[in-house]
């Protein structure tokens, strides 16, 4: 059974940075792309980055600049480095595991909340 839970999130203020972690337990982590996702309040979840098994990562457009995903594949992590934090990056940030790579079913995290306000 995979699991993945977010930790990190908080309160900061605009301009400021935070750094987000997802840890997995089970399946095959360093074969599976990883991803971060947020929801704002009244908004759908959307997708913010991608980090493949090879280490090739993309940002969406939003944060491109500001957003850094990584990974330690020898301790099942996954970072979402968030830099020059604004207003409307205030979500519930998700960490999803792409199971259906490796056949397995796709794993969500909880979320965690990042609230920028000054």
């Known amino acids: 059974q995979v699991q993945v839970v977010e930790s990190g999130g908080g309160l900061v203020q605009p301009g400021g940075s935070l750094t987000l972690s997802c840890a997995a337990s089970g399946g095959f982590f360093a074969a599976v792309p990883m991803n971060w996702y947020r929801q704002a309040p009244g908004h759908q979840r959307e997708w913010v980055a991608i980090?493949?098994?090879?280490?090739?990562?993309n940002v969406a457009g939003s944060v491109k600049g500001r957003f850094t995903i990584s990974r330690d594949n020898a301790k099942k992590m996954v970072y979402l480095q968030m830099n020059s934090l604004k207003s409307e990056d205030t979500a519930v940030y998700y960490c999803?595991?792409?199971?259906?790579?490796?056949?397995?079913?796709?794993?969500w995290g909880q979320g965690t909340q990042v609230t920028v306000s000054s």
């Open positions: 980090i493949e098994s090879n280490g090739r990562t």
């Open positions: 999803h595991y792409s199971g259906t790579y490796v056949g397995q079913s796709d794993v």
